[in-house]
């Protein structure tokens, strides 16, 4: 079959970025940005795999071994921000005013108990760190999100929460690692982010989460699968409000057609590209030439030939995977969105960010105690538990680095919402696998866990950890469309973690 006709089968149909703001699908940009994207619908996608586009050539690409310490990193990120008093750091002896509802109950680890709404995670603390001593710059989710997703305290001149993504702001963690990686072989992308991109409640997009000042060449691959629903942006894993008790999910399935965002995509590009498939199905001739295939689009290339294979395609396919898989992680965004992170990981991506949620999920302003309790903690539960145990008994645990983490902690003390507002100057994060010693506990805080007494770490040492894992240089540099350069590592890795 000619790649004519291939290309024929696969349906691919491209479609026109979101300009809205009340659609609540976070993709809008603003009118006029440079960072406007242009995605590919899954149902193109899992065509192409099925094709077979490309076909042969991906026989030649090898996926890069790694080297020494040389790890993958899988971070998963509690948008909102998840209270440590209440989860990680808690405080059984403060008044009830800060300590709250919970108990904290004994761990695996002597000597380290968690709430007792995490009994699975109870159970594998010797498999996991926690730093208990993690701060931010900022109470404000759009700063405190720049700052951790892009791993850097200082904002950039002009940085703006008008207009986002801006090409003002710091590239990403992914796009960087994109950057650093760029001369890797390998048939996978760097960096992938899923299942949708973190929201605020007037579905406008967080800071820190595009390539930026690096300019949309270095833009990691953004997969929007997650189903929408009369929420908005609404809360996950299963669709709750903080001030109802009831509220039934719509679609019938957890993750729906999603946008595949791919670097550079603007809506120029966009029309160059159809306007090229197009004489691509009208020239046979033309097809069959080495020469044609160069004028393709790469990316477009990649996207349709990374899912030529089948682990890859098995990957965004979670809602078919064995039953008794999906039960171990969940039936729901959070679960399923796990796995396909750890399925990318195994497929070869180096970088995995995993939202869990949107804005609103750990935002608990209020009904702190229900909505943890009731909609939260036992998804997050089940579905990192499940994850530690397929990476060890994989044996992929030592090689895959795992994050979980916030953008900030909560308020020690309870608001008169029964909830715990933002808090910058301490959160606790969990890290496991690429060589973290488990049962560790970093850091400590005072004894209403408002600030750190000991091992302070900002989110600078989160991004150094990531570069670490994955081999990049400590003297690596990212260079911005004006040609200038700026280090990546802002402060020391995390190393007692190892």
Known sequence: MGLNDQIKQTGIAMKRSCYSSECGCGNQSA????????????RGLLQAGAAGVMGNSLSSSVVAKSKGRSKNVLFIFLTGGISHLDTFDMKPAANVDVRGEFDPGATATPGTQIC????????????YALVRSIGTASNGHEQACHMLL?????????FSTRIVPSPNEWPSLPSQINYALQHQLSRMPASVVLPQPSVNEAARVRPGQYAGRLGPKWETWHIDIASKCPLGNGACPHCFRFDEDTFEHVPETVFDTPMLTLPEGGRLRFNNRVGLLKRVELNQKDLDRSNALSKLNSLRLQAISV??????????????????????????KFGLSVLMGRRLIEAGVRFVQVNLGKNSSWDTHGRN????????????????????????ESGQLDDTLVIVTGEFGRTPKINKNSGRDHWGPVMTSLFAGGGVRGGNVLGATDKIAGYPIRDKYTVENIAATVFDRLDIPRHAQWVDFDGRPHEMYRAEAMHDLF
């Open 150 to 158: 892009t791993g850097r305290l200082d904002l950039p001149v002009g």
């Open 307 to 332: 899912l030529a294979d089948p682990q890859t395609r098995a990957a965004f396919e979670v809602e078919n995977a064995d039953p008794k898989t999906v039960e171990r992680y969940g039936r729901n």
């Open 116 to 127: 007792t709404l995490l009994p699975e995670l109870a159970k594998r603390t010797n498999d």
């Open 369 to 392: 105690f229900v909505n943890l309790k009731r909609n939260l903690l036992p998804y997050l539960d089940q579905c990192i538990s499940a994850l530690l145990d397929d990476l060890r």
């Open 31 to 42: 009118a006029g940005s440079p960072l406007q994207h242009t995605p590919l619908s899954r």
